[in-house]
């Protein structure tokens, strides 16, 4: 166990829809990362947030937003769902430079 | 950005054998960590390696940085070593976004 929680662990949405994914860091991390794994694309970074502000965006879509919240909770949503969305959705926490942790991810099927 | 590249792509082992998973970088890196991911699409932490050698059982890496690579041996595999590893790093003096390689998927015959 990691120590990050996210969830739903499944989640199961219709094209158009917006859904949002939520990630708890491990006690202590100010740092929260979001990663996509996809079957083409790999695993790749999204959005880092550092103690409530925005600190690095990867290739994220517009049609995704992330926001910290004042608890270093951590939100995902995505809106205006595609096919190609499907994926599993990481989150992680650590401090900067040092150890990420991630959690079990949440596994997006848009239908 | 850093390019991270893993070798080799597909490996099959029987039991009891030895491996070494190859990981190099483009760039000097202050984040290099070693994931497993099982099954059942969890990503487990292995090692977090920027430089040096580290063990944890049967399993032990060693990050040459000077020279832009990491490798990680796994000793008398077992069946539940199976599934993908992958291999992340980030720049120095950079934010802490991980690049991960395209993984090395690990088969374990008994």
């Known amino acids: 166990d990691s120590g990050v929680t996210q969830t739903p662990k499944h989640l199961i949405t219709a094209t158009g829809q917006r859904v949002t994914l939520r990630c708890s860091p491990r006690?202590?991390?100010?740092?929260v990362y979001w990663y996509q794994q996809s079957l083409d694309q790999g695993l790749q970074f999204l959005i880092q947030?550092?103690?409530?502000?925005?600190?690095a965006k990867g290739n994220i879509l517009e049609r995704f937003s992330a926001q910290q919240f004042p608890d270093l909770h951590s939100e995902l949503n995505l809106s205006s769902l595609e096919l190609g969305d499907s994926a599993l959705y990481f989150c992680?926490?650590?401090?900067?430079?040092?150890?990420?942790?991630f959690g079990p991810g949440t596994r997006l099927l848009v239908l | 950005g850093i390019q991270v590249e893993q070798s080799p792509p597909d490996l099959i082992l029987q039991e009891g054998a030895n491996s070494t998973l190859r990981c190099n970088f483009s760039?000097?890196?202050?984040?290099l960590q070693w994931f497993h991911q099982n099954p059942w699409g969890q990503l487990i932490n292995l090692f977090y390696?920027?430089?040096g050698t580290k063990q944890n059982g049967r399993l032990s890496a060693t990050t040459v940085a000077t020279e832009r690579y990491s490798l990680l041996y796994i000793s008398s595999s077992q069946t539940t070593d199976s599934g993908v590893y992958f291999c992340?790093?980030?720049?120095?003096?950079?934010?802490?976004?991980?690049?991960f390689g395209k993984g090395i998927t690990l088969s374990v015959r008994p």
């Open positions: 390696i920027p430089s």
């Open positions: 992680a926490s650590g401090g900067l430079g040092e150890t990420q942790y």
């Open positions: 006690s202590g991390d100010l740092s």
């Open positions: 947030y550092y103690n409530g502000e925005e600190r």
């Open positions: 760039d000097s890196v202050n984040n």
């Open positions: 992340a790093a980030s720049l120095t003096g950079a934010n802490s976004k991980l690049t």
